[in-house]
Structure formats: C-alpha cells, structure tokens
C-alpha cells in the first residue's frame, strides 16, 4: 500500500538526520529541511559519518553509501518541502509545529502525509490547526533513529486509515518493527519510560546517590545505558521538555514532575552531547 517515492524532513538536528539517513538508504528521495544553513550542514556531516560507519562495519557498500548520499538534497526554506510524506523533527513546541504544517499544507498536494515526530503533543492537538486533518499522523522515532528498531505510529482523531497504513508500510520498507498507538499523552514508550528518567532524577536530589553511581548501577542490572547519559544522548532540554509537557497533559501528576535539576542544566545551556556538557562532559 506504500505509494511513497520522496519524504521530507524538517529539522536537521540529530533526530532529523537519523530520519533522513533511514530513508535514504532505503531508496527514497529526500528533501532535509532546516532554517538554519549550519544545521543543514552539521547534519549532513552527521549522515555521512553514520554512513561510513556502517561500511566500516560492513553493512554498506561504498556504492551504497554514494548513492545514499546523492539521494538527499538540502533546503532553507519550508516553501521548498515539497514531497510524498514529511516528518517534522523541530522542537517541542506546538505552536512551532503548527505554524510549520500550515506551511506545509499549503504547499503540498492533497495526497502528502503529513508527520509529527512528537514525543508528547498529542497527535491530534497539532492536527486541529491543519485544513485536512485527516492526511496526518504521528511517526515517532527514537533516537539515533537510524539504529534503534522500534517506530510508534499514531493516529489523531481524524486521520483517515489510508493515511495511517501508508505510514505504516513507509516505517516497515525502513526495517523497523512498528506499533499502532493511541493518540495518549507520551503514547506508549515515553509514558513508561519517563519514570527512569525522573525516579533517578529524584535520587540525585535527595543525595541517595549521584549520577554517575546511577548511571553504573543501571547498566550493570542489564540497561544498555544508565538515565543520566541517555538523557545527554537525547538532548537534556529535549528530555526535560517532554516530561514538562506529559506532567501538564496528565493534570500536574506529581509522578511526571519536572526536576529543578534538570531545569538548572537547560537554564545554563549544559544540553548533553550537542552541546558539549549534560551531566557529562564531551570532547569536541
């Protein structure tokens, strides 16, 4: 049922570029847009690294990795994402994303899918601002996109089922094992993951242990990373963002409440990796 040849990206940050880096591999034409030239830039050095990483290992041929890179072009303006399917990746913020969709829907024809990677703004909610509803959906990845397997797809309350098995079958045609959510605050990973993140935020504060300790401990007992560094792999004001977001969504639950020491770290610019410092430092 997949009738999709191109695929957009909006955003060119980590979760942009692990998007585009899986679609292109798998043969789509791919349109990556950012605002910003040096996003575009950084995240195409990004692809290219990952790429090469991958023949390195074996998993790609030289040939594949040229061909992966000739089939994604850049572009700086919204105007200009003009594909079968686009997948927004920019920042939780829903009145960012629904000013982009009204772009975006204006300039595309009536048979493109329009898609939220959203971690925790319901499906539904950005939908409301759009003219065709029913052409949108959730295709949430996890980060890095282009190693982790599993992609939720959500459907709002008015999206039309052509439009929800056409998102699915794209996420299958990458290799990635999908599972239809409900259109619930956090959907499904991110409502059951976000207590590893505050439980151990939570320990940190009352001195029961550092991050570091944490970080060790959860590793040991199986976790292929502790909270602390996951949550500098994802991006701390992004991880800090979502929890924010579900403890509103869910009527300030005191189980989703933010940390203040996780707000001190996006307050100071300590983002994790991409900024060079979270809770841990990185080198440049």
């Known amino acids: 049922m997949n009738s999709i040849k191109t695929v957009g990206i909006a955003g060119a940050g980590v979760m942009g570029a692990g998007?585009?880096?899986?679609?292109?591999?798998?043969?789509?034409g791919v349109?990556?847009?950012?605002?910003?030239?040096?996003?575009?830039?950084?995240?195409?050095?990004?692809?290219?690294k990952e790429l090469e990483k991958a023949q390195a290992k074996g998993k790609l041929t030289a040939d594949q990795v040229e061909a992966s890179l000739q089939r994604i072009r850049l572009c700086e303006k919204a105007e200009d994402l003009v594909a079968d399917l686009i997948i927004e990746a920019v920042v939780e913020k829903l009145e960012v994303k629904q000013d982009l969709f009204r772009t975006l829907e204006s300039v595309n024809g009536k048979e493109s899918i329009l898609a939220t990677n959203t971690s925790s703004i319901p499906v539904t909610r950005i939908a409301s601002a759009l003219q065709h509803p029913e052409r949108f959906a959730g295709i949430h990845f996890f980060n890095p996109a282009h190693l982790m397997k599993l992609v939720e797809v959500i459907a709002g309350a008015?999206?039309?089922?052509?439009?929800?098995?056409?998102?699915?079958?794209?996420?299958?045609?990458?290799?990635?094992?999908?599972?239809?959510?409900?259109d619930a605050p956090g959907f499904i990973v991110n409502r059951v993951a976000r207590h590893y993140y505050v439980e151990a935020l939570?320990?940190?504060?009352e001195d029961v242990a550092g991050f570091e300790a944490i970080d060790r401990l959860m590793e040991s007992s199986g976790f292929r990373m502790g909270p602390?560094?996951?949550?500098?792999?994802?991006?701390?004001?992004?991880?800090?963002?979502v929890t924010e977001s579900m403890y509103?969504?869910?009527?300030?639950?005191?189980?989703?409440?933010?940390?203040?020491?996780?707000?001190?770290?996006?307050?100071?610019?300590?983002?994790?990796?991409?900024?060079?410092?979270g809770f841990y430092r990185y080198e440049a």
């Open 19 to 28: 998007i585009a880096y899986c679609s292109a591999i798998a043969g789509y």
């Open 31 to 48: 349109l990556l847009f950012d605002t910003r030239r040096e996003a575009l830039d950084k995240g195409l050095l990004y692809i290219r």
């Open 158 to 182: 008015r999206t039309n089922h052509e439009t929800l098995e056409n998102s699915r079958a794209f996420a299958e045609s990458l290799g990635k094992t999908v599972v239809l959510a409900q």
């Open 228 to 241: 602390f560094r996951l949550m500098d792999l994802i991006g701390v004001d992004t991880n800090y963002s």
């Open 202 to 205: 939570k320990i940190m504060e």
């Open 248 to 277: 509103n969504l869910f009527s300030q639950d005191g189980k989703f409440r933010p940390s203040r020491i996780q707000k001190q770290k996006v307050d100071a610019g300590l983002h994790g990796r991409k900024s060079g410092e």
